[in-house]
C-alpha cells in the first residue's frame, strides 16, 4: 500500500514555488528536446535517405553514399548516452566551443534520430510504386522535382506510425541528458527525492508524467493518420 505520509511530504516540497519551476522547467526541456531534435531529424533523414536511395551514376553521389552510410553505423551503433558525453566533454572541449548544455542534448539526439529516421524515409520511399517515379520523369519533371513532389510525400504517409514511434523513443530517452547535467523530468524529480530524502512518490510522479506525454503524442499521430486516411478517400 501506498505510505500518505510520504505523498504528503512530497505535495509539501512540490507546492514549493522552486520545486515547481523546476518540474516545469523539467518538463519543458524534456520536450524541447524530444521536438527539436525529432525536427532535426527529419530533415537530416529525408537528406541522408533521398542520398541512400538515389541512383549512383555520378562519382560524387558514391562518396556521399558512402560518408551517409558511415554517420548511420556510426549514430545507430552508439549508445546515445555515449554520444552526450563524447559530444560535451570530448570534441566540444577539444575544438574550443563551449555551447550551452541543452543546446548540445538538442543536436546530439537531432543527430542521433536523423540516422534511425534515414532508414525509416529509406524504407519508406521504396515502399512507393517505383512507376509513380518513372510516370512523373516521363512527364518531363526532373529526378530532384520528382522526389520532392511525387514520391517523398506518398513515403511520409506511409512512415508517419515509425515516425510517431521515434518521437515516442525521443521522450523516453531523454531522461540520459541528465549525464550532461541537463534539467530533464528525470533530472527535476531526481533532485526533488534527493532533497526530500524520499524516492518513491516522486519516481512514481515522474513515470505518470511519461506515461502522460506518450499518450497524448500517440492521440496526435493516430489523429494524423486518420486525416491523411479520410484525404485519401476524398481521393
Same mark, same amino acid.
Given at each position: ?22 518540474? +516545469?522547467?523539467?518538463? #519543458? ?56 558525453? +563524447? ?34 524515409? #529509406? ?110 478517400? #476524398?481521393?
Amino acid at each position: 500500500m501506498l505510505n500518505w505520509a510520504k505523498v504528503e511530504k512530497f505535495i509539501e516540497y512540490i507546492t514549493q514555488p522552486y520545486y515547481q519551476n523546476l518540474i +516545469l522547467e523539467g518538463l #519543458r526541456n524534456t520536450v524541447l528536446i524530444a521536438v527539436l531534435g525529432l525536427l532535426i531529424g527529419l530533415v537530416i533523414g529525408i537528406i541522408v535517405g533521398i542520398i541512400k536511395v538515389a541512383p549512383k551514376y555520378k562519382w560524387y553521389l558514391k562518396v556521399l553514399d558512402k560518408i551517409c552510410g558511415a554517420y548511420v553505423t556510426v549514430f545507430r551503433g552508439t549508445p546515445i548516452v555515449v554520444q552526450l558525453l +563524447l559530444a560535451y566533454y570530448v570534441i566540444l572541449p577539444m575544438c574550443n566551443i563551449m555551447i550551452d548544455k541543452l543546446l548540445v542534448a538538442i543536436i546530439v539526439f537531432g543527430l542521433n534520430s536523423g540516422a534511425y529516421i534515414t532508414e525509416i524515409i #529509406r524504407g519508406g520511399i521504396n515502399s512507393v510504386d517505383k512507376g509513380q517515379l518513372e510516370a512523373s520523369r516521363a512527364l518531363g519533371l526532373s529526378y530532384n522535382v520528382s522526389m520532392v513532389k511525387v514520391v517523398i510525400p506518398q513515403a511520409i504517409k506511409n512512415i508517419i506510425p515509425s515516425i510517431g514511434n521515434e518521437f515516442i523513443t525521443l521522450i523516453k530517452e531523454t531522461s540520459v541528458a541528465s549525464f550532461i547535467s541537463v534539467m530533464d523530468l528525470y533530472n527535476a524529480f531526481k533532485n526533488i527525492g534527493d532533497s526530500s530524502l524520499e524516492k518513491m512518490v516522486p519516481y512514481l510522479v515522474m513515470s505518470v508524467m511519461y506515461i502522460l506525454l506518450i499518450v497524448v503524442i500517440s492521440f496526435f499521430v493516430k489523429l494524423i493518420e486518420k486525416l491523411f486516411a479520410k484525404s485519401d478517400r #476524398r481521393k
